[in-house]
């Protein structure tokens, strides 16, 4: 609620402390905003007497990040592989294979699947279908542990018999 958000940033804007583009500092909380990136530090106790120097610390390693560009941005996001999985006989509930790509040292995973608009749980990189479509829509959200995002929205066809077909 923008009341909320209002009341957390209350606080007299202050750049004395050399953080971020806009920081806040009160009893033992530190806000401050860096390139994009809202940092809030809030600390107790033993920590309290040293929450401008933990602010300070990671206001430094965010300045040591390059600049990215957009495109550098976009190529690092993950990548969603979907293809339909082989049946082991006509009877069998059809199912649907991912893997996903991110760039080395980094991890993703898929945040949520729909499929045909009904949220499903995949297991294992496969994602069951419960019924036998000819044609389904998938709706993915992939996220990295850089916090970068990708979004897909494809219809698949599910082949007849034990024919595999591969959507990107």
Not at 26 to 46: K, Y
Not at 104 to 129: E, T, Y
Request: with cysteine; net charge negative; charged share 25%.
């Amino acid at each position: 609620m923008p009341e909320m958000i209002i009341l957390y940033f209350n606080d007299q804007c202050t750049d004395d402390y050399g953080l971020g583009t806009v920081a806040y500092y009160n009893h033992g909380t530190v806000r401050f905003i860096r390139d994009n990136i809202a940092i809030v530090i809030d600390s107790h106790g033993e920590f309290m007497n040293e929450v401008l120097d933990i602010a300070k610390a990671i206001d430094a390693a965010l300045l040591k990040q390059p600049m990215l560009t957009v495109e550098q941005l976009q190529a690092r996001c993950p990548k969603l592989h979907l293809q339909t999985g082989r049946k082991a006989a006509e009877t069998a509930v059809p199912f649907l294979e991912y893997s996903i790509e991110a760039p080395a040292g980094v991890q993703a995973w898929v945040s949520d699947i729909k499929i045909n608009d009904i949220v499903r749980a995949p297991q294992d990189n496969i994602i069951f279908l419960l019924e036998k479509p000819n044609r389904v829509k998938v709706q993915a959200t992939v996220i990295s542990t850089e916090l970068l995002v990708s979004t897909y929205e494809i219809e698949i066809e599910i082949p007849e018999g034990n024919e595999t077909g591969i959507q990107e």
